[in-house]
C-alpha cells in the first residue's frame, strides 16, 4: 500500500465497513496476445510466480488495513486466471478466506480462456468454492477465432463449457464479441444459438473495440481488413435483442443477458456503483470518495513499485455516475431518489437539467418514464452511448 492510500485509510475503512465490498483480482498472463487487445497482460510467464506471490500478499495487507471487511461477490479475471496453477488458485483462496469475512459471499466467478482449462483444474477450482465461470468464447467460427489471434478454435471453447459443467459449474457465462471484420449477422446469431443451447446461464455480447496500438487495428488501417459500418453492427445487436430472450436469455444490461435470476451480481454492483476493491496489475478500485488505478506495469507492480493513481471524486462527479451507469441496466433506475440525493448535494439544477432531456428522448420513444422510474427503450439501448454522454 503506498503512503497515499495509507493517509486515506480511516476514510477508506469505513467506507468497506459500511457495506460488504466486492473484490476484483487481476491475473495480467496470457498463453499469446490476442490480435484486439489492449488489457493489461503479458506473455512473460516468468514474471509470474512474483506477480501472483504479490497477489497473495496485497490480499493480507488489504484485508487486515480495512479490519477483515464483508465481502459479497468475488472476480478472479484477467489476463487468463485459468493460466494459474491449482496450487497458487489454493493459496490465493486461503488468503482470501484468512483476510476477509466471506460469511455474506454470494458469488466467485473466475475467468477462464478456452483451451486452458481442463477437467482436473476445474474441479479443483469449483472444491475451492468458486462457483461461476466466465469462459472467453468470443464468436464459434475457426477463421474469425484466427483473425483475433485467440488460441482456441470453436470446438475448443464448446468443449470448455461441457467441461466446466461436468466439474460442477451450474453458474457459467460466455463472451460473444459483435463487430469482427468477416463476421455475418447470421452467424453471430446462429453461435449465440449455439451457446444457448449448451444451457449457459448468461452471455455477454461485446463490441470489438480497437485501441490504437493493438494489431489488428494496423490491419484495418492498412486496408487488409475492414470493421462492418455502424448500421451493421446495430443491426447485429438488434437481432440478438429479439433472438436471446426466445433462446432464455433476457437482457438486463446494454450488454449482458441472463436466465431469469442468474445475473452478474459482481458486474452489477458497478452499474449500481457499490465499492470494489480491486488488487493486482491496472485493477481499479472504488470505495466512498476514493477511486484508484494500481500501476499497469506489471513487473513494477510485482515488485511492489509502481504508484496508484488516486482520485477523489467530488459530489457532482459521484451524482453524475449514478444516472451513467443505472441507465445501463434494462430495469433503469428510481429518479425520485436521485432527485432526492441531488437535492442532499445541493445539485438540483443539474438533476433537472438531465431530467429535462431525458424527458424530450422519451417524447422520441428512446426513454421510458414510468411514474419517477426511468429506464432505456430498446431503441435508447441500441443508441445508448450517445444518450449517456449527457452525464460525463
Ligand atoms: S485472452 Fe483476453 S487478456 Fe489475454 S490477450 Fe486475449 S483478450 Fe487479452
Redesign the pocket.
Known amino acids: 500500500m503506498t503512503p497515499e492510500l495509507e493517509r486515506r485509510l480511516p476514510e477508506l475503512r469505513s467506507a468497506a465497513q459500511a457495506e460488504p465490498l466486492g473484490l476484483y483480482l487481476h491475473v495480467p498472463f496470457?498463453l499469446?496476445?490476442?490480435t484486439?487487445?489492449s488489457?493489461t497482460?503479458t506473455r512473460d510467464r516468468a514474471l509470474q510466480p512474483a506477480t501472483t506471490q504479490r497477489l497473495i500478499a496485497e490480499v493480507t495487507t488489504w484485508g487486515t488495513a480495512l479490519d477483515r471487511p464483508a465481502v459479497d461477490t468475488i472476480y478472479l479475471g484477467?489476463?487468463?486466471p485459468s493460466l494459474l496453477p491449482a496450487e497458487d488458485l489454493a493459496a490465493l483462496t486461503a488468503a482470501l478466506r484468512q483476510a476477509f469475512d466471506l460469511g455474506p459471499l454470494v458469488e466467485a466467478t473466475l475467468e477462464a480462456?478456452p483451451g486452458t482449462v481442463d477437467l482436473a483444474w476445474l474441479s479443483q477450482a469449483r472444491d475451492l468454492g468458486w462457483d461461476r465461470i466466465s469462459l472467453?468464447v468470443q464468436a464459434l467460427d475457426d477463421a474469425l477465432l484466427a483473425h483475433l489471434?485467440?488460441?482456441h478454435g470453436s470446438a475448443q471453447a464448446l468443449e470448455s463449457l461441457d467441461l466446466a459443467e461436468r466439474a460442477g459449474f451450474r453458474r457459467r457465462s460466455a463472451d460473444l464479441m459483435v463487430g469482427i471484420p468477416g463476421q455475418s449477422l447470421a452467424k453471430v446469431v446462429a453461435d449465440a444459438r449455439t451457446l444457448a443451447a449448451t444451457g449457459l446461464e448468461h452471455l455477454s455480447v461485446y463490441l470489438l473495440d480497437l485501441d490504437k496500438a493493438c494489431p489488428l487495428r494496423g490491419e484495418i488501417d492498412a486496408g487488409r481488413l475492414a470493421l462492418p459500418s455502424e448500421d451493421e453492427v446495430a443491426d447485429v445487436f438488434e437481432a440478438l435483442q429479439e433472438a436471446l430472450p426466445r433462446l432464455g436469455l433476457q437482457p438486463y444490461e446494454i450488454s449482458n443477458y441472463a436466465r431469469p435470476g442468474a445475473e452478474s451480481i459482481h458486474n452489477t454492483r458497478y452499474w449500481e456503483r457499490r465499492p470494489y476493491l480491486g488488487l493486482g496489475p491496472s485493477a481499479a478500485s472504488q470505495l466512498g470518495e476514493f477511486r484508484w488505478v494500481e500501476s499497469s506495469v506489471i513487473p513494477a507492480w510485482a515488485e511492489g513499485r509502481g504508484e496508484p493513481d488516486v482520485q477523489e471524486l467530488d459530489a457532482a462527479e459521484i451524482l453524475s455516475e449514478v444516472p451513467l451507469l443505472g441507465l445501463r441496466m434494462h430495469r433503469g433506475l428510481d429518479w425520485g431518489a436521485l432527485r432526492q440525493e441531488a437535492g442532499r448535494r445541493n445539485l438540483r439544477p443539474l438533476c433537472d437539467a438531465w431530467e429535462a432531456r431525458l424527458r424530450a428522448l422519451a417524447r422520441e420513444g428512446l426513454v421510458i418514464w414510468e411514474g419517477d422510474h426511468v429506464r432505456l427503450g430498446a431503441r435508447g439501448m441500441l443508441m445508448s452511448n450517445g444518450i449517456l454522454q449527457m452525464f460525463v
Open positions: 496470457c499469446d496476445r490476442c484486439y487487445c488489457f497482460t484477467g489476463g487468463t480462456n472467453g489471434g485467440r488460441i
